[in-house]
């Protein structure tokens, strides 16, 4: 028996929602980078630092590109705020998706899901992803870090 699968704007605007309603994590926050994008493709995302160590204390700014492939494929991932983190482009902050689990796998999870009826919780999301990096980054908390508030030069 096939499983339908949810078209693309209805589970971005499920996700926007629960972003706005502050519904998700707290350590990280997500939502439309312009409220008339009609077709929910840039996204604004903030993580908190992880404590002890040299994020603490400090909030990182991404941007995140939901490409029409969407939920199938994991969405494009950039820090605006500049972070010295294996696994991100130097020059412009890109997210190597084979650094960070979640978006390594992420294509292989949405086939599964494809085949097999959905769980409780939608494990493929945009907050699911920021989670993601944010536990990546504790694994990571002792590399120094660029100056607080700098951010990449094609963000200035």
């Known amino acids: ?19 706005e309603k502050g519904m998700g994590a707290g350590a990280c926050s997500y939502g439309l980078e312009d409220p ?7 996204w604004r995302g903030t993580i908190w630092g992880p404590p002890h160590g040299h994020h603490e204390n ?8 939901c490409g029409p492939n969407y939920p199938k494929e994991p ?20 997210v190597d998706p084979n650094a960070v689990a979640i978006l390594r796998d992420w294509t292989r999870i949405a086939t599964e899901l ?3 009826p959905r769980p ?20 990571h908390k002792k ?3 660029p100056p607080e508030g700098s951010k990449y ?4």
Not at 58 to 65: A, F, Q, S, T, V
Not at 75 to 94: A, W, Y
Not at 120 to 139: F, G, Q, T, V
Not at 153 to 156: D, G, L, N, Q, V
């Open 143 to 145: 590399l120094p870090q």
């Open 36 to 42: 008339e994008d009609i077709f929910m493709t840039h």
């Open 75 to 94: 969405p494009v991932i950039h820090f605006v705020s500049q972070i010295n983190l294996p696994g991100v482009n130097p020059t412009d902050g890109k």
């Open 114 to 116: 494809a085949k097999n």
């Open 153 to 156: 030069a094609i963000y200035k």
């Open 120 to 139: 409780k919780e939608d494990p493929l999301s945009l907050e699911a992803a920021l989670i993601a990096i944010r536990k990546y980054m504790d694994e």
């Open 1 to 19: 028996m096939a499983v339908a699968q949810v078209p693309r704007n209805f589970k971005l605007l499920a996700e926007l929602e629960k972003g």
């Open 58 to 65: 400090r909030i990182y700014e991404l941007k995140m590109e």
